[in-house]
């Protein structure tokens, strides 16, 4: 278990719970839905808007990977690393994926703070959201 995972167990901004199918159904829909606005929002040219979308497609999505292995995280950071440890650095899943969501989180912030956004973000976020998406539903259908 990484220091990371490790102290945020213990200052409880990850934490074990109880977990419903629904809970974890909610948020793979929320991904989609996202998934599905930032595709339009891209189409349209509103690139900030699609980064922002992407990028909350991501975070659904891997939220409902966390929650099928009992944790629940308080922080955007927390889910980064919970991911991190749970899915990627257990080989669950490839460590590109990491780097799309932590990629993403970056677009976001300078596009929501910064108001520093470009087509081409919004197509690498738009894209690697699709992707990551197929591989979670993947996961889930197993």
Known sequence: MSYEFEKLLEERR??????????????????????????????????????????????????ALVYSKGYREKSHYALKIAFREIFVD???????????????????????YLSEYSEGGAKEAVENAGELLRKIKSIFER
Do not use: C, P
């Open 90 to 112: 257990a080989g669950i899943l490839e460590r590109k994926y990491y780097r799309y969501f932590e990629d993403a989180m970056d677009l976001r912030e300078n596009a929501d």
């Open 14 to 63: 990850i934490i074990k719970g109880k977990i419903t199918q629904e809970m974890i159904a909610k948020e793979l829909k929320s991904a989609e839905y996202d998934l599905n606005k930032a595709r339009l929002s891209y189409n349209e040219g509103d690139f900030k808007w699609a980064i922002v979308q992407a990028y909350y497609a991501m975070f659904h999505g891997i939220r």
